[in-house]
């Protein structure tokens, strides 16, 4: 990840041929995070897992098992397994593929790393202290994990396909004949007054006589 002026630890990755940092990420089998950290791009893959192990495993004592790829299978990385009373389980592109391969349980985590990427603090890292940066990276998964749980498709998601499909064929029936808005999820909330991006603008004093505030004194 490219750095900006901001200054503070960072490196050259001689791979990807990058001055900046690396984020290591541990996530679950549903690519919610479990832990982060933030360190120079000069420290190998292997040699940062470490840290990262051992964070999670205070947090998640229970845990027994670790997919990684193919940069974590060194030394370093499977002796903090090790220690940590860890299984590392490394998934391998297959010999002789071209282009782009899904590999399974590796694409959960490439596929955060594509939902982090879309918040906009996160486009580069910004902040001077990887510590910071730890810290922005939990918040927006943190604001991913809440936008989530009040979708209305997440009512659903665990039931019956058939029996959901049915619900909401009776719920668009329902606001067809009555109106729109008149059943709706619970898990919508309540209702919000919209606006346009132009009724957000800011006022233009400088080309608009109408807009010039006005004090009248008594």
């Known amino acids: 990840m490219k750095t900006t002026e901001a200054g503070g630890p960072r490196g050259y990755d001689a791979a990807k041929k990058v001055t900046g940092r ?8 549903q690519g919610l995070l479990l832990g982060v950290v933030v360190h120079a791009a000069s420290i190998q893959d292997a040699d940062g897992a470490g840290g990262l192990l051992g964070r999670i495993k205070l947090l998640y004592c ?23 009373g860890l299984v590392l389980l490394i998934v391998s592109r297959p010999r002789g593929a071209k282009g782009f391969v899904l590999l399974p349980r590796r694409w959960v985590a490439e596929r955060t790393l594509g939902w982090l990427g879309r918040w906009r603090r996160l486009s580069r890292d910004y902040e001077h202290l990887p510590e910071v940066s730890e810290a922005v990276v939990t918040l927006a998964m943190i604001r991913l994990m809440t936008h989530r749980a009040v979708q ?10 058939a029996r959901s ?9 329902v606001n067809a004949r009555y109106g729109r808005g008149t059943l709706r ?8 007054s919209w606006s346009t991006r132009h009724d957000r ?7 608009r006589v109408e807009e010039v505030l006005t004090a009248t004194a008594w």
């Open 185 to 192: 999820p619970l898990a919508t909330g309540i209702a919000r």
């Open 62 to 84: 229970w845990l027994r098992a670790v997919f990684a790829d193919s940069a974590y299978n060194r030394v370093p990385a499977i002796l903090a397994c090790f220690l940590l």
């Open 165 to 173: 499909a049915k619900v909401m064929a009776a719920l668009d029936a």
């Open 22 to 29: 690396k984020r290591h990420i541990a996530v679950d089998t």
């Open 201 to 207: 603008l800011s006022q233009r004093y400088t080309t």
């Open 152 to 161: 209305p498709r997440m009512l659903f998601a665990t039931r019956d396909p």
